[in-house]
């Protein structure tokens, strides 16, 4: 039982979705305040309690703890207690993660998609509250990271600068960003996210960013003034660029298969090594208390006693609270029914499942159900289909439409409208007995239609017999796979006295019918079988196929013969049937109801810098992790995409469909590997892929949301040339962090977060040949308050106005940028940052709700 104190620890805990963090302060728990978040001091330990709303799947939550590097003993011992008792606060069912500074999982950086920060001391600095109007700073940020961005503070002088990473000086009214010249975009424009977070986080909005190319600094001076205003004049050259590979969290694509059809005992806990980058801890319902307590000890124990990193990351959790990452470890998972005997999910078991109607009309207007059906329209949009033959294309007769044959690859191009605008998906269907020359020529063939087209076309491989919906739904319930053969004109292909063809499918929708082997081992009672002969093609209904099921194998069979057509129900087959199969045998009669269990999509960033091929996962995943430099990988189990960003690298766009393929290979649960992969560019993305995403804006890439764009925006606010500095408060520091000078009353600037300063100037530049800067104030009459670089005007006056009534300089569709905090978040109800973080449409209809749009 808990006592009283650690139960009012966790009176303010709420189980709504979301983020919560505390601290530990004289071991005691204390709430984190909003604005802090992604703020960590290195001398503490904080508890983060993470609630996620997943769509339709309910919710799912995680305990973290955060070991700071200076943080003491009795305070991570006393995270540990804390994290038991608020899993034991929340019924046992939250995964409990030990997180160490500069080692957390991707898991919990994913909270904090603007990067976290590591600030020097703790304990009492730790727990004072953001003063957005405090000014009083001067600290020097490390930024490393591509994908999850970690900013240290260092020491305030050149000799913490190097080539390749980027640097945050933060003078409180102003921050500048200095880029090393080794730097690439994706990490400028990581760093220039942050600089904003920290000014409308920390300063309310209240200050100006500045960024300088390391390199080119002539074409900053009066940044570079400011910068040499603390950092005094720069001489010799900087230290060479660091790798980002201890920074950039990665998980190889494979991983040892952990077991096959398990059912953990309940009785028992179990410590899983995944490989040494991560120990899982599980804990069966019915082990004992002792043993459930007694099990993250002994997974620190396991890690010492294999000589693991003592930062290896763990994971702790409940049976019946695995996370996707534990259960996908395993080939062939098994959830306990609450009879308490385990229910396999594995793929490739014969089962029943009926497919439910759904209007086609809403695909387009909801992307989120396009993507569950795999569907971009109702497939009345128009097809062309050719044939590889030669090496070349062949165009195919619309009559032969949808019949293939094992010996072929086709090339399939979709084309269908969408607001008016023509949208393609090009498939690659590979026949089972294509050889290699004919599946390689295909994929050249299709990148030429791709080049024909201006990369807009979504290219998908299609292995035979694992075609998607879409592309079933294309041919109208009338698709058909010849085993082998070929359907080039002039070919005569060895016919068979019988053809049997496995039909499954209730509409034209999903329909197809499978040449399999003419024997009575392969009929399922599930089903409809045609058994072509010389003389007549038998109808076999299976006791528990359907009547739409009857409806589309007479489709189909009046595609395949124009003969006489016999029905034959089963259990009253004639003699002259079996003797066509070559006798009777037993076959699979069993009627299953097991519905194939939902996998949660995962993104992943594809990468082969390191000389194998690695994959980094993408948690809580959104639209704005799709890094334009990348290859990123979208897993909805039974399809992969691939997404290319414009600025990938082009070996790694080349070897996308090879990396896909490595992925499904090495996948730990056992994939399918014939699994379809889609291929999309950046900008040509459809419902079926963007409907994964919680929200999507089409025009995220095109309305300043590229660093260029980003950074012209910042260059644009304002100049730095007239912001004057105190010189005096750059001096010489006491302990305290104040400038010794008896003269400087009140610093303008203390140092933040612990007892360090700037290293004195050395004797080549003296302070008193530091130049000054200055902020310009425009003073403009009327009712509004005044800002470095923005003037603020009472909403009177902007709320319900025509454009023409609004104040000299205010832009109609912009007017919320001249309210203050306070109105702001009163007129919207959120604050600038939330707000920010929504898709523009979301943006507009909270503008025109509160009149300024």
Same mark, same amino acid.
């Given at each position: 039982?808990?006592?009283?104190?650690?139960?009012?620890?966790?009176?303010?805990?709420?189980?709504?979705?979301?983020?919560?963090?505390?601290?530990?302060?004289?071991?005691?728990?204390?709430?984190?305040?909003?604005?802090?978040?992604?703020?960590?001091?290195?001398?503490?330990?904080?508890?983060?309690?993470?609630?996620?709303?997943?769509?339709?799947?309910?919710?799912?939550?995680?305990?973290?703890?955060?070991?700071?590097?200076?943080?003491?003993?009795?305070?991570?011992?006393?995270?540990?207690?804390?994290?038991?008792?608020?899993?034991?606060?929340?019924?046992?069912?939250?995964?409990?993660?030990?997180?160490?500074?500069?080692?957390?999982?991707?898991?919990?950086?994913?909270?904090?998609?603007?990067?976290?920060?590591?600030?020097?001391?703790?304990?009492?600095?730790?727990?004072?509250?953001?003063?957005?109007?405090?000014?009083?700073?001067?600290?020097?940020?490390?930024?490393?990271?591509?994908?999850?961005?970690?900013?240290?503070?260092?020491?305030?002088?050149?000799?913490?600068?190097?080539?390749?990473?980027?640097?945050?000086?933060?003078?409180?009214?102003?921050?500048?960003?200095?880029?090393?010249?080794?730097?690439?975009?994706?990490?400028?424009?990581?760093?220039?996210?942050?600089?904003?977070?920290?000014?409308?986080?920390?300063?309310?909005?209240?200050?100006?960013?500045?960024?300088?190319?390391?390199?080119?600094?002539?074409?900053?001076?009066?940044?570079?003034?400011?910068?040499?205003?603390?950092?005094?004049?720069?001489?010799?050259?900087?230290?060479?660029?660091?790798?980002?590979?201890?920074?950039?969290?990665?998980?190889?694509?494979?991983?040892?298969?952990?077991?096959?059809?398990?059912?953990?005992?309940?009785?028992?806990?179990?410590?899983?090594?995944?490989?040494?980058?991560?120990?899982?801890?599980?804990?069966?319902?019915?082990?004992?208390?002792?043993?459930?307590?007694?099990?993250?000890?002994?997974?620190?124990?396991?890690?010492?006693?294999?000589?693991?990193?003592?930062?290896?990351?763990?994971?702790?959790?409940?049976?019946?609270?695995?996370?996707?990452?534990?259960?996908?470890?395993?080939?062939?998972?098994?959830?306990?029914?609450?009879?308490?005997?385990?229910?396999?999910?594995?793929?490739?078991?014969?089962?029943?499942?009926?497919?439910?109607?759904?209007?086609?009309?809403?695909?387009?207007?909801?992307?989120?159900?396009?993507?569950?059906?795999?569907?971009?329209?109702?497939?009345?949009?128009?097809?062309?289909?050719?044939?590889?033959?030669?090496?070349?294309?062949?165009?195919?007769?619309?009559?032969?439409?949808?019949?293939?044959?094992?010996?072929?690859?086709?090339?399939?191009?979709?084309?269908?409208?969408?607001?008016?605008?023509?949208?393609?998906?090009?498939?690659?269907?590979?026949?089972?007995?294509?050889?290699?020359?004919?599946?390689?020529?295909?994929?050249?063939?299709?990148?030429?239609?791709?080049?024909?087209?201006?990369?807009?076309?979504?290219?998908?491989?299609?292995?035979?017999?694992?075609?998607?919906?879409?592309?079933?739904?294309?041919?109208?319930?009338?698709?058909?796979?010849?085993?082998?053969?070929?359907?080039?004109?002039?070919?005569?292909?060895?016919?068979?006295?019988?053809?049997?063809?496995?039909?499954?499918?209730?509409?034209?929708?999903?329909?197809?019918?499978?040449?399999?082997?003419?024997?009575? @081992?392969? =009929?399922?009672?599930? &089903? !409809?079988? #045609? %058994?072509? +002969?010389?003389?007549?093609?038998? *109808? $076999?209904? /299976?006791?528990?196929?359907?009547?739409?099921?009857?409806?589309?194998?007479?489709?189909?069979?009046?595609?395949?013969?124009?003969?006489?057509?016999?029905?034959?129900?089963?259990?009253?087959?004639?003699?002259?049937?079996?003797?066509?199969?070559?006798?009777?045998?037993?076959?699979?009669?069993?009627?299953?109801?097991?519905?194939?269990?939902?996998?949660?999509?995962?993104?992943?960033?594809?990468?082969?810098?390191?000389?194998?091929?690695?994959?980094?996962?993408?948690?809580?995943?959104?639209? @704005?992790? =799709?890094?334009?430099? &990348? !290859?990123? #990988? %979208?897993? +909805?189990?039974?399809?992969?995409? *691939? $997404?290319? /960003?414009?600025?990938?690298?082009?070996?790694?766009?080349?070897?996308?469909?090879?990396?896909?393929?490595?992925?499904?290979?090495?996948?730990?649960?056992?994939?399918?590997?014939?699994?379809?992969?889609?291929?999309?560019?950046?900008?040509?993305?459809?419902?079926?892929?963007?409907?994964?995403?919680?929200?999507?804006?089409?025009?995220?890439?095109?309305?300043?949301?590229?660093?260029?764009?980003?950074?012209?925006?910042?260059?644009?606010?304002?100049?730095?040339?007239?912001?004057?500095?105190?010189?005096?408060?750059?001096?010489?520091?006491?302990?305290?962090?104040?400038?010794?000078?008896?003269?400087?009353?009140?610093?303008?600037?203390?140092?933040?977060?612990?007892?360090?300063?700037?290293?004195?100037?050395?004797?080549?530049?003296?302070?008193?040949?530091?130049?000054?800067?200055?902020?310009?104030?425009?003073?403009?009459?009327?009712?509004?308050?005044?800002?470095?670089?923005?003037?603020?005007?009472?909403?009177?006056?902007?709320?319900?106005?025509?454009?023409?009534?609004?104040?000299?300089?205010?832009?109609?569709?912009?007017?919320?940028?001249?309210?203050?905090?306070?109105?702001?978040?009163?007129?919207?109800?959120?604050?600038?940052?939330?707000?920010?973080?929504?898709?523009?449409?979301?943006?507009?209809?909270?503008?025109?709700?509160?009149?300024?749009?």
């Amino acid at each position: 039982m808990m006592s009283d104190d650690r139960l009012d620890a966790f009176k303010g805990v709420t189980r709504k979705p979301g983020l919560q963090i505390w601290t530990i302060n004289k071991m005691k728990l204390v709430p984190v305040s909003a604005r802090g978040f992604g703020n960590f001091f290195e001398g503490d330990c904080y508890i983060v309690l993470n609630i996620s709303q997943n769509r339709g799947w309910g919710q799912t939550s995680d305990i973290h703890y955060w070991l700071g590097k200076a943080s003491s003993v009795d305070e991570q011992g006393a995270a540990a207690i804390y994290v038991a008792q608020l899993d034991e606060h929340l019924g046992g069912g939250p995964v409990q993660h030990r997180e160490v500074q500069g080692n957390e999982s991707a898991l919990f950086r994913s909270y904090f998609k603007k990067g976290l920060i590591y600030k020097k001391g703790g304990v009492a600095s730790g727990f004072q509250q953001v003063d957005t109007n405090a000014y009083s700073v001067l600290r020097l940020l490390h930024i490393k990271g591509r994908k999850h961005v970690t900013a240290t503070e260092v020491e305030v002088s050149w000799n913490s600068f190097n080539n390749g990473d980027i640097f945050l000086l933060d003078l409180g009214k102003a921050i500048v960003q200095w880029n090393g010249p080794q730097s690439n975009r994706r990490e400028k424009l990581k760093a220039v996210v942050l600089a904003q977070d920290i000014r409308d986080r920390e300063r309310g909005g209240r200050a100006q960013i500045g960024v300088v190319e390391g390199g080119e600094e002539q074409s900053s001076p009066e940044l570079m003034k400011a910068m040499m205003a603390v950092l005094g004049q720069r001489s010799g050259s900087l230290k060479s660029a660091t790798s980002d590979d201890t920074h950039e969290l990665q998980r190889e694509s494979g991983g040892s298969r952990s077991g096959y059809a398990l059912l953990l005992p309940c009785q028992d806990c179990y410590i899983l090594d995944h490989k040494g980058s991560s120990v899982m801890v599980w804990k069966g319902k019915k082990a004992s208390k002792v043993e459930r307590q007694a099990a993250f000890n002994r997974a620190l124990g396991f890690i010492k006693a294999k000589k693991y990193p003592p930062n290896t990351r763990v994971e702790v959790m409940s049976e019946g609270g695995e996370s996707a990452m534990f259960k996908q470890l395993f080939q062939c998972w098994r959830d306990r029914s609450p009879t308490g005997v385990g229910t396999a999910y594995n793929v490739g078991k014969i089962g029943k499942v009926d497919q439910a109607k759904f209007d086609v009309m809403q695909l387009h207007a909801r992307p989120e159900l396009a993507a569950r059906h795999r569907m971009v329209d109702d497939a009345s949009g128009d097809v062309k289909v050719w044939r590889l033959e030669n090496s070349e294309l062949a165009e195919v007769k619309p009559s032969m439409y949808g019949q293939f044959y094992g010996g072929d690859c086709y090339l399939v191009l979709y084309t269908y409208l969408k607001a008016g605008q023509p949208h393609y998906i090009l498939y690659m269907w590979q026949g089972r007995h294509a050889s290699k020359d004919e599946i390689a020529e295909c994929a050249t063939q299709a990148d030429i239609i791709d080049n024909k087209y201006k990369g807009a076309p979504v290219q998908v491989r299609v292995v035979m017999g694992k075609e998607p919906r879409q592309f079933l739904a294309l041919f109208k319930g009338k698709f058909i796979i010849f085993e082998g053969g070929t359907g080039r004109p002039g070919v005569v292909n060895s016919e068979q006295d019988a053809r049997l063809f496995h039909v499954r499918g209730t509409d034209e929708m999903n329909t197809k019918a499978t040449e399999v082997p003419p024997r009575a @081992s392969s =009929l399922n009672s599930n &089903d !409809v079988f #045609l %058994l072509r +002969t010389i003389g007549v093609c038998y *109808l $076999w209904y /299976g006791k528990g196929c359907s009547g739409d099921e009857r409806v589309m194998g007479r489709a189909v069979s009046d595609v395949l013969t124009r003969g006489g057509k016999q029905v034959v129900m089963e259990g009253q087959e004639p003699v002259e049937f079996w003797v066509a199969l070559g006798g009777k045998a037993p076959y699979a009669n069993d009627r299953l109801q097991r519905e194939e269990p939902f996998h949660f999509p995962r993104l992943f960033e594809c990468s082969n810098q390191t000389g194998h091929f690695r994959i980094t996962e993408v948690y809580d995943f959104a639209q @704005s992790d =799709l890094d334009e430099e &990348d !290859v990123m #990988l %979208l897993d +909805t189990w039974e399809e992969i995409f *691939l $997404w290319v /960003g414009n600025f990938a690298n082009k070996k790694e766009t080349k070897e996308a469909w090879i990396n896909a393929q490595e992925y499904l290979r090495m996948h730990p649960a056992g994939r399918d590997r014939d699994t379809a992969i889609i291929f999309i560019k950046q900008g040509y993305e459809p419902p079926t892929f963007t409907g994964w995403f919680s929200s999507w804006d089409p025009h995220k890439w095109s309305e300043g949301n590229s660093y260029e764009q980003m950074k012209r925006t910042l260059s644009d606010a304002g100049s730095f040339s007239q912001i004057t500095l105190n010189n005096a408060s750059f001096n010489k520091m006491g302990d305290d962090g104040a400038p010794s000078s008896p003269s400087s009353t009140t610093p303008f600037y203390r140092v933040h977060g612990g007892n360090w300063s700037p290293k004195p100037m050395s004797p080549t530049s003296p302070s008193s040949q530091r130049p000054q800067f200055t902020m310009p104030l425009t003073p403009i009459d009327g009712p509004m308050h005044l800002r470095a670089d923005r003037v603020y005007y009472e909403p009177k006056l902007l709320v319900n106005k025509l454009p023409d009534q609004l104040p000299p300089g205010v832009d109609p569709c912009q007017r919320e940028d001249h309210l203050t905090d306070k109105d702001f978040e009163g007129l919207l109800g959120m604050s600038r940052s939330e707000f920010e973080r929504l898709p523009k449409w979301r943006q507009n209809e909270l503008k025109k709700k509160a009149g300024l749009f």
